[in-house]
């Protein structure tokens, strides 16, 4: 059960980062180009239909991935490095380190992340770049929080004293001590925290402050043809499916993850 | 039938690969202490919860019968079952303080079974709550009910188990390791009391424990256990005077062996420490403390929890701040911190921890953990290395192949084996051993106890041997520290310690641990 | 309560002084680093208002007017000042004051957030509650599975299906929230149910999920096999010897259930173009009307930080362990 879980989840991921690297090959149109009219319905308008300017939904579709995917990943990856390089940091040094860290990462999460996001993007203008950067430092606090008490269990262990009474530098309890039995938290969190960022990039982009126009990720397409289904369209509604397969396949494979190691069910 | 509370026949559990029980058969007879004894993995708490007709998760009765004051427990009906229980049969469980639902106060959860079988007021059932605390010694007998099981010690706790034991009158009563987790004198007080209550009343009783000291002092007839499977059962006495199977008579041999050691020679201190204060934070933990550790000599340094026993230990190992006094290394001052100290002092003072099972990472191979040490501190590699973890691995008795495993496929006793080869790998003078055996079952310890004696013997080491267990350190200990809250309480030579003891703290340690010989228990009631 | 001594430490007391000074320290550090940023962008409100056409006397005029004069400090103790007499400012958009176009925004969200809590709660914690009470069964496994799905839907993906089937198809409501807000109770609850429906679709799988896992670990204590080895029945081992300490995290877990709901509004009044403060929000950040965004951004924050401190503090008051001090166990 779990197993086909999985096999169905790995399957799905797959064909979905494939559709968005493989883009430009699979795509029948360009993203930017009307070719159909407008709102033209499934079948008349190409296999998903048309948009409010009679462009060819599934190819804005295929782009859109590569955006959703693209910059989930980038997030993460920044999130991750930030997060975990924090989280080590406080859980070793202990003492003022930690609790600064701690105090700030707490104020930061002390608002919801979507609203934070909304403040930030509101001043600083949205741009990929303090969109990439916003989202980074929000997801940030949280791989912090899971990491801390991971890394600081991890430290407290009498076989990291062993290391401390011998005399070992930073580099032997990071490499040989600390990281490979924090990597399987780290792993599953790092999944967790990519389907999170799935959603929070759709979110975003759904609310206005994503991607741009004329470019769109999955939550833009889906905000840019809402009105259409007050008409009876469905199409709107393959984007924001695509974005749930997504977060469903992702979180498949770190449901297996999770039990394959055993890990704590306390992530996320 | 009425003359057996409990009856036991060719009962058979199975988890879900393994045997967990097999065949095992016993009865109890009212007034009788029952008692079963067994090494971890027995099967003894499998054992206990079948007793109250209780199969955890995953278990299944292949075989057999348990029957609970004629009824067969196994094949009631969910509705009579809860009703045996509520009448016939109590628990009292090792853990009292997770046994205690932590959201009432202790008077209301010691009566519940009052309030629902008997249909007694909240009045009756605080009389009748105080008569057992007051029966058991509580302190302030009338009020102790008042209070939440976070509010009380460990020791008043497993008593106020045994009062809520106590209250339905059952005709059967387990106890399940109840004093393991105490301390030696409370734990005397608990079994004193046990012996009490239960020879009072007349009621049949299963008492489970590891110590086989413990057991003898209580039970009429003894029930040895190993594996799922029973090695031998009798009466006490027979069984401790003339064991019949092997296990039973290691066992045995292992509580009788009483060689004292002879006064060593005087030595030179190899470490030596000067009114010293240390502890985390501010406050000092321990104080006062001056040692010396003779070069060559045993030292054991004894104290019950909280004593700081474990404080100094780590305070000469460089992990505890030091706030006053001096604290010396063959002549020459030592830093307080571990990091201000050389790495060939590092390699001279050498610390094995109590729990090997946190004391070795669990991604390292055994030949990473040993190799480490050779590599850091001799610099060996390659082939030199590989002969001396070869050696290393033979001089702590484990073959070979394990050098590639990884400690989660080891057992206790070969997992400590490790750390002793890491320590030994560093070539020390100074071995501080901090309750290296306490985790461990009684036959594993006496063989961990033997292999830390031969190499001893076979090189110039030094050793600071922490334990709660004083009877332990009688067989091997040059001089003996006794501690208690803090401070120092006595220390000298062990065969002074133990022949004459000046202080009445040290007398009451020695009087409280348990014995095998007749009679050791009355003479203390 | 026991009978007190003398200097008994107070560990509420202390709790509620320390989370009220870190919950004030993070709202001035978040007010405070809007208006730093502000302040290091290029160009700034004045300039972003009047386009890239504006004569310099011009944006000196609005600069004058928005006090962008004056130095950092002084504006933000200005501004702080204000804000704890409700007064913030005027909307650099529509000129009126922000408390003035804040406040009706602030009621219509709590009116649809409010009714949310009032079907989510019981039903996600009920189901949570009989999830593990019925651990492994059909009703168990059913949870599961709709929690997996609704965890990986995107809010909007729920209101839209629900606009296509009960608005579109078939036309039980209106599929926008434009209709005028003075209809009396029928016309609130036309309006109200979907977003309703879809704030419950969308939070009761965390919730759920939670519960379930407080439950699971309260059922696994020794504590409760203790009472079932004295022979008490499973009902009377749920109802009392199990609930009772569960009720300290569903507790918690129901104020953050709350919490959660404030921020899936934002996105849901987008959907059903609901006026509440999530949509002014998330207009304003359209126009930059930044008065009103930091206003916004300060109101959601306070909810969410006094939600939080609540959920702890609860906990906290139903635990004996916290709410009696340990005392030295008498020899």
Same mark, same amino acid.
């Given at each position: 059960?779990?197993?086909?879980?999985?096999?169905?989840?790995?399957?799905?991921?797959?064909?979905?980062?494939?559709?968005?690297?493989?883009?430009?090959?699979?795509?029948?149109?360009?993203? !930017?180009?009307?070719?159909?009219?407008?709102?033209?319905?499934?079948?008349?308008?190409?296999?998903?239909?048309?948009?409010?300017?009679?462009?060819?939904?599934?190819?804005?579709?295929?782009?859109?991935?590569?955006?959703?995917?693209?910059?989930?990943?980038?997030?993460?990856?920044?999130?991750?490095?930030?997060?975990?390089?924090?989280?080590?940091?406080?859980?070793?040094?202990?003492?003022?380190?930690?609790?600064?860290?701690?105090?700030?990462?707490?104020?930061?999460?002390?608002?919801?992340?979507?609203?934070?996001?909304?403040?930030?993007?509101?001043?600083?203008?949205?741009?990929?770049?303090?969109?990439?950067?916003?989202?980074?430092?929000?997801?940030?606090?949280?791989?912090?929080?899971?990491?801390?008490?991971?890394?600081?269990?991890?430290?407290?262990?009498?076989?990291?004293?062993?290391?401390?009474?011998?005399?070992?530098?930073?580099?032997?309890?990071?490499?040989?001590?600390?990281?490979?039995?924090?990597?399987?938290?780290?792993?599953?969190?790092?999944?967790?925290?990519?389907?999170?960022?799935?959603?929070?990039? !759709?979110?975003?982009?759904?609310?206005?402050?994503?991607?741009?126009?004329?470019?769109?990720?999955?939550?833009?397409?889906?905000?840019?043809?809402?009105?259409?289904? !007050?008409?009876?369209?469905?199409?709107?509604?393959?984007?924001?499916?695509?974005?749930?397969?997504?977060?469903?396949?992702?979180?498949?494979?770190?449901?297996?993850?999770?039990?394959?190691?055993?890990?704590?069910?306390?992530?996320? | 039938?009425?003359?057996?509370?409990?009856?036991?026949?060719?009962?058979?559990?199975?988890?879900?690969?393994?045997?967990?029980?097999?065949?095992?058969?016993?009865?109890?007879?009212?007034?009788?202490?029952?008692?079963?004894?067994?090494?971890?993995?027995?099967?003894?708490?499998?054992?206990?919860?079948?007793?109250?007709?209780?199969?955890?998760?995953? /278990?299944?009765?292949?075989?057999?019968?348990?029957?609970?004051?004629?009824?067969?427990?196994?094949?009631?009906?969910?509705?009579?079952?809860?009703?045996?229980?509520?009448?016939?049969?109590?628990? $009292?469980?090792?853990?009292?303080?997770?046994?205690?639902?932590?959201?009432?106060?202790?008077?209301?959860?010691?009566?519940?079974?009052?309030?629902?079988?008997?249909?007694?007021?909240?009045?009756?059932?605080?009389?009748?709550?105080?008569?057992?605390?007051?029966?058991?010694?509580?302190?302030?007998?009338?009020?102790?009910?008042?209070?939440?099981?976070?509010? $009380?010690?460990?020791?008043?706790?497993?008593?106020?188990?045994?009062?809520?034991?106590?209250?339905?009158?059952?005709?059967?009563? =387990?106890?399940?390791?109840?004093?393991?987790?105490?301390?030696?004198?409370?734990?005397?007080?608990?079994?004193?009391?046990?012996?009490?209550?239960?020879?009072?009343?007349? /009621?049949?009783?299963?008492?489970?424990?590891?110590?086989?000291?413990?057991?003898?002092?209580?039970?009429?007839?003894?029930?040895?256990?190993?594996?799922?499977?029973?090695?031998?059962?009798?009466?006490?006495?027979?069984?401790?005077?003339?064991?019949?199977?092997?296990?039973?008579?290691?066992?045995?041999?292992?509580?009788?062996?009483?060689?004292?050691?002879?006064?060593?020679?005087?030595?030179?201190?190899? $470490?030596?420490?000067?009114?010293?204060?240390?502890?985390?934070?501010?406050?000092?933990?321990?104080?006062? =403390?001056?040692?010396?550790?003779?070069?060559?000599?045993?030292?054991?340094? $004894?104290?019950?929890?909280?004593?700081?026993?474990?404080?100094?230990?780590?305070?000469?190992?460089?992990?505890?701040?030091?706030?006053?006094?001096?604290?010396?290394?063959?002549?020459?001052?030592?830093?307080?911190?571990?990091?201000?100290?050389?790495?060939?002092?590092?390699?001279?003072?050498?610390?094995?921890?109590?729990?090997?099972?946190?004391?070795?990472?669990?991604?390292?191979?055994?030949?990473?953990?040993?190799?480490?040490?050779?590599?850091?501190?001799?610099?060996?590699?390659?082939?030199?290395?590989?002969?001396?973890?070869?050696?290393?691995?033979?001089?702590?008795?484990?073959?070979?192949?394990?050098?590639?495993?990884?400690?989660?496929?080891?057992?206790?006793?070969?997992?400590?084996?490790? /750390?002793?080869?890491?320590?030994?790998?560093?070539?020390?003078?100074?071995?501080?051993?901090?309750?290296?055996?306490?985790?461990?079952?009684?036959?594993?310890?006496?063989?961990? =106890?033997?292999?830390?004696?031969?190499?001893?013997?076979?090189?110039?080491?030094?050793?600071?041997?922490?334990?709660?267990?004083?009877?332990?350190?009688?067989?091997?200990?040059?001089?003996?520290?006794?501690?208690?809250?803090?401070?120092?309480?006595?220390?000298?030579?062990?065969?002074?310690?133990?022949?004459?003891?000046?202080?009445?703290?040290?007398?009451?340690?020695?009087?409280?641990?348990?014995?095998?010989?007749?009679?050791?228990?009355?003479?203390?009631? | 309560?026991?009978?007190?001594?003398?200097?008994?430490?107070?560990?509420?007391?202390?709790?509620?002084?320390?989370?009220? *000074?870190?919950?004030? *320290?993070?709202?001035?550090?978040?007010?405070?680093?809007?208006?730093?940023?502000?302040?290091?962008? @290029?160009?700034?409100?004045?300039?972003?208002?009047?386009?890239?056409?504006?004569?310099?006397?011009? %944006?000196?005029? %609005?600069?004058?007017?928005?006090?962008?004069?004056?130095?950092?400090?002084?504006?933000?103790?200005?501004?702080?000042?204000?804000?704890?007499?409700?007064?913030?400012?005027?909307?650099?958009?529509?000129?009126?004051?922000?408390?003035? *176009?804040?406040?009706?925004?602030?009621?219509?969200? %709590?009116?649809?957030?409010?009714?949310?809590?009032?079907?989510?709660?019981?039903?996600?914690?009920?189901?949570?509650?009989?999830?593990?009470?019925?651990?492994?069964?059909?009703?168990?496994?059913?949870?599961?599975?709709?929690?997996?799905?609704?965890?990986?839907? @995107?809010?909007?993906?729920?209101?839209?299906?629900?606009?296509?089937?009960?608005?579109?198809?078939?036309?039980?409501?209106?599929?926008?929230?434009?209709?005028?807000?003075?209809?009396?109770?029928?016309?609130?609850?036309?309006?109200?149910?979907?977003?309703?429906?879809?704030?419950? &679709?969308?939070?009761?799988?965390?919730?759920?999920?939670?519960?379930?896992?407080?439950?699971?670990?309260?059922?696994?204590?020794?504590?409760?096999?203790?009472?079932?080895?004295?022979?008490?029945?499973?009902?009377?081992?749920?109802?009392?010897?199990?609930?009772?300490?569960?009720?300290?995290?569903?507790?918690?877990?129901? &104020?953050?259930?709350?919490?959660?709901? &404030?921020?899936?509004?934002?996105?849901?009044? &987008?959907?059903?173009?609901? @006026?509440? %403060?999530?949509?002014?929000?998330?207009?304003?950040?359209?126009?930059?009307?930044?008065?009103?965004?930091?206003?916004?951004?300060?109101?959601?924050?306070? *909810?969410?930080?006094?939600?939080?401190?609540?959920?702890?503090?609860?906990?906290?008051?139903?635990?004996?362990?916290?709410?009696? @001090?340990?005392?030295?166990?008498?020899?």
């Amino acid at each position: 059960m779990r197993n086909a879980g999985f096999i169905l989840s790995i399957a799905g991921f797959a064909v979905l980062v494939a559709a968005a690297l493989l883009a430009p090959i699979l795509a029948p149109h360009l993203p !930017s180009e009307p070719v159909y009219q407008p709102y033209a319905p499934p079948g008349i308008g190409g296999l998903l239909g048309a948009d409010s300017l009679g462009r060819d939904m599934l190819s804005r579709i295929l782009y859109g991935l590569r955006y959703t995917l693209g910059i989930a990943l980038l997030v993460s990856v920044l999130a991750a490095g930030a997060g975990v390089t924090l989280a080590f940091l406080a859980a070793f040094r202990r003492g003022w380190t930690d609790l600064l860290i701690g105090r700030l990462i707490d104020a930061v999460m002390s608002v919801p992340q979507i609203i934070f996001a909304l403040v930030v993007l509101a001043v600083a203008g949205v741009s990929l770049t303090t969109l990439v950067l916003t989202m980074a430092v929000l997801e940030a606090t949280l791989f912090y929080r899971v990491v801390r008490p991971v890394a600081g269990d991890i430290v407290a262990m009498d076989y990291v004293e062993v290391a401390r009474l011998r005399g070992e530098g930073l580099g032997w309890y990071l490499f040989r001590e600390i990281l490979p039995n924090a990597a399987p938290t780290l792993i599953a969190e790092f999944g967790i925290r990519i389907a999170y960022a799935v959603l929070f990039i !759709s979110g975003l982009s759904f609310l206005g402050v994503g991607v741009q126009p004329p470019a769109a990720d999955l939550g833009g397409l889906v905000r840019e043809n809402a009105l259409a289904i !007050s008409v009876g369209q469905l199409s709107p509604l393959a984007p924001a499916v695509c974005i749930a397969l997504i977060t469903l396949s992702v979180n498949g494979i770190v449901d297996w993850f999770i039990h394959k190691y055993s890990i704590r069910a306390e992530l996320g | 039938m009425a003359t057996f509370v409990l009856q036991i026949e060719n009962l058979g559990i199975q988890a879900k690969r393994s045997t967990i029980l097999e065949g095992i058969s016993f009865d109890v007879t009212p007034g009788e202490i029952f008692g079963i004894i067994g090494e971890s993995g027995a099967g003894k708490s499998t054992l206990a919860m079948a007793t109250v007709g209780l199969l955890r998760a995953g /278990c299944r009765r292949v075989a057999g019968s348990v029957r609970l004051a004629g009824k067969s427990l196994l094949d009631l009906s969910q509705a009579d079952l809860e009703r045996t229980r509520r009448r016939k049969v109590s628990y $009292v469980a090792q853990s009292a303080a997770a046994c205690f639902n932590p959201f009432y106060r202790l008077g209301e959860q010691v009566t519940e079974l009052a309030a629902l079988e008997l249909g007694k007021s909240r009045a009756e059932r605080q009389r009748l709550a105080a008569d057992l605390f007051r029966e058991l010694q509580l302190p302030d007998p009338e009020r102790f009910g008042d209070r939440y099981p976070h509010q $009380v010690s460990g020791g008043q706790l497993q008593r106020a188990m045994i009062a809520m034991a106590l209250l339905n009158e059952p005709e059967l009563i =387990i106890f399940d390791e109840p004093t393991t987790a105490l301390d030696v004198t409370t734990q005397l007080e608990v079994l004193r009391l046990i012996r009490k209550v239960v020879k009072g009343r007349g /009621c049949g009783s299963i008492y489970i424990s590891h110590d086989l000291a413990v057991v003898s002092q209580l039970a009429d007839r003894v029930m040895v256990l190993r594996h799922g499977k029973v090695v031998e059962m009798g009466p006490t006495r027979d069984l401790i005077e003339n064991p019949q199977a092997g296990y039973t008579r290691d066992l045995v041999a292992n509580q009788t062996t009483t060689s004292s050691v002879p006064d060593p020679a005087a030595s030179r201190p190899i $470490v030596s420490v000067e009114n010293l204060a240390a502890g985390y934070g501010r406050v000092s933990a321990i104080r006062d =403390i001056s040692l010396d550790l003779s070069s060559g000599h045993i030292t054991c340094l $004894v104290g019950e929890s909280g004593s700081g026993k474990t404080t100094l230990a780590r305070t000469i190992a460089g992990l505890v701040d030091l706030h006053a006094g001096v604290l010396r290394f063959k002549g020459s001052e030592l830093p307080g911190r571990v990091e201000r100290r050389d790495s060939e002092t590092r390699r001279r003072l050498q610390y094995i921890h109590q729990l090997p099972d946190l004391a070795l990472n669990p991604r390292q191979t055994i030949r990473e953990v040993v190799g480490r040490p050779l590599a850091k501190f001799r610099g060996l590699r390659g082939a030199a290395a590989e002969h001396r973890l070869r050696e290393l691995l033979r001089d702590v008795e484990l073959p070979e192949t394990f050098l590639d495993r990884v400690p989660g496929s080891l057992s206790g006793g070969q997992k400590q084996r490790v /750390c002793i080869a890491r320590a030994l790998a560093a070539e020390p003078d100074v071995l501080i051993c901090d309750e290296v055996t306490s985790a461990l079952d009684p036959l594993v310890e006496e063989s961990v =106890i033997k292999l830390l004696l031969r190499l001893m013997k076979a090189r110039p080491l030094t050793m600071l041997f922490i334990t709660h267990n004083l009877a332990l350190t009688r067989r091997f200990a040059h001089e003996v520290v006794v501690m208690q809250q803090g401070r120092i309480v006595e220390a000298g030579p062990a065969s002074s310690v133990f022949s004459a003891p000046r202080e009445a703290y040290t007398k009451k340690l020695l009087d409280s641990t348990p014995l095998m010989e007749r009679g050791w228990l009355e003479a203390r009631l | 309560m026991l009978a007190s001594a003398t200097h008994r430490p107070a560990p509420i007391r202390d709790f509620v002084v320390s989370r009220v *000074v870190s919950g004030l *320290v993070s709202l001035v550090l978040i007010t405070a680093l809007v208006f730093v940023g502000t302040a290091l962008l @290029p160009g700034d409100t004045a300039g972003a208002l009047l386009g890239q056409n504006a004569t310099p006397a011009a %944006l000196e005029a %609005l600069r004058r007017d928005l006090g962008l004069d004056q130095p950092l400090v002084q504006r933000y103790l200005v501004w702080l000042a204000g804000a704890l007499r409700g007064d913030f400012g005027t909307s650099l958009a529509s000129g009126r004051a922000v408390s003035e *176009v804040l406040l009706p925004r602030l009621a219509n969200s %709590l009116l649809l957030a409010g009714a949310g809590a009032v079907f989510l709660l019981p039903i996600a914690i009920g189901g949570g509650i009989l999830a593990a009470i019925w651990q492994g069964s059909w009703f168990d496994r059913l949870i599961g599975f709709t929690s997996m799905l609704f965890l990986a839907m @995107p809010a909007f993906l729920v209101g839209y299906i629900l606009i296509y089937v009960f608005a579109v198809r078939l036309g039980w409501f209106p599929s926008m929230s434009v209709a005028p807000f003075a209809g009396g109770t029928r016309a609130w609850a036309q309006i109200l149910t979907l977003p309703v429906i879809s704030l419950v &679709i969308i939070g009761q799988a965390h919730t759920m999920k939670l519960t379930r896992t407080a439950i699971l670990s309260v059922l696994a204590s020794d504590y409760v096999l203790m009472a079932e080895i004295k022979g008490i029945s499973r009902r009377r081992i749920i109802l009392r010897h199990a609930l009772p300490n569960a009720l300290s995290p569903i507790l918690s877990i129901s &104020i953050l259930t709350i919490a959660y709901l &404030i921020v899936d509004v934002v996105v849901i009044e &987008i959907v059903f173009s609901y @006026p509440g %403060l999530g949509k002014l929000m998330v207009d304003s950040v359209a126009y930059r009307d930044l008065t009103v965004v930091q206003a916004c951004g300060l109101l959601f924050a306070l *909810v969410f930080i006094t939600m939080n401190f609540l959920a702890d503090l609860l906990a906290m008051l139903v635990n004996p362990r916290q709410r009696v @001090p340990a005392r030295g166990a008498a020899a």
